[in-house]
């Protein structure tokens, strides 16, 4: 109870109990998710499988990290793939090498998000290095995987030109030249913060034009498939 007669969430004392969001008798408090194993997820995904079939989809695992659950994960890219089902993953890339390369041979692309190519401007944004990932993009390639390489671009972050070319540098690298996705800053996300109960620096939107003008620059510095979402 706060001092002025009203209630406190005491985040930091939270067990997820949901105690708290069963005696919220105005509804402001609410579960997101529940915890489901392989089968009930793959009974939902198999509902739509005549939409996916129309549309040339199927089932993508996005997160957070999904191979942050390798197990589930793969027992989940396991059993879409037995249904028939297209499979995608989006990861970080921040991963075990050897898990990375165990879930290769049920995955059919793989989503890779790539962030920054500045190793040092990487651990100041995310608090890890980009070795890892880098490695990892190199070895889902010699492994022979289908790879987007997904760059989302935040101005005051890493709109710069040094990094447009590490994206093209890196993209042209590689031996199975993936396509690169130019994904412009939105802040659809930041009503989340509030329901996190947490703040953020507020960044500009960029908008498609300029967006498109990053791809446009990416080109000119070697990619040659790239494209904007």
Not at 95 to 114: G, N, R, S, T
Not at 177 to 187: I, N, R, T
Not at 198 to 226: F, N
């Amino acid at each position: 109870m706060a001092a002025n007669g009203g209630h406190l969430l005491a985040r930091e004392r939270c067990v997820a109990c949901f105690a708290c969001v069963e005696g919220c008798y105005s509804g402001a408090l609410e579960t997101v998710g529940k915890a489901m194993n392989v089968s009930e997820v793959l009974d939902e995904v198999i509902k739509d499988k005549a939409f996916y079939e129309e549309s040339g989809g199927g089932m993508t695992l996005s997160g957070g990290e999904p191979l942050a659950q390798l197990q589930f994960a793969r027992g989940l890219l396991q059993g879409a793939r037995s249904l028939g089902l297209h499979t995608c993953v989006e990861t970080c890339g921040f991963a075990d090498e050897q898990d990375m390369a165990d879930i290769v041979p049920v995955v059919d692309l793989f989503l890779f998000d790539f962030k920054e190519t500045d190793s040092e401007r990487h651990r100041a944004a995310t608090g890890q290095s980009n070795e890892r990932i880098v490695r990892n993009l190199r070895l889902l390639d010699e492994l022979g995987a289908i790879i987007v390489l997904r760059c989302p671009i935040v101005p005051g972050i890493n709109l710069r030109d040094d990094h447009l070319a590490g994206i093209a540098s890196v993209a042209q690298s590689l031996r199975n030249e993936p396509a690169v996705e130019v994904l412009g800053y939105h802040p659809l996300g930041e009503s989340k913060r509030g329901r996190f109960g947490t703040t953020g620096v507020a960044y500009p939107p960029l908008s498609r034009e300029e967006t498109e003008r990053v791809a446009a620059r990416i080109r000119e510095m070697g990619a040659e498939k790239v494209l904007v979402t």
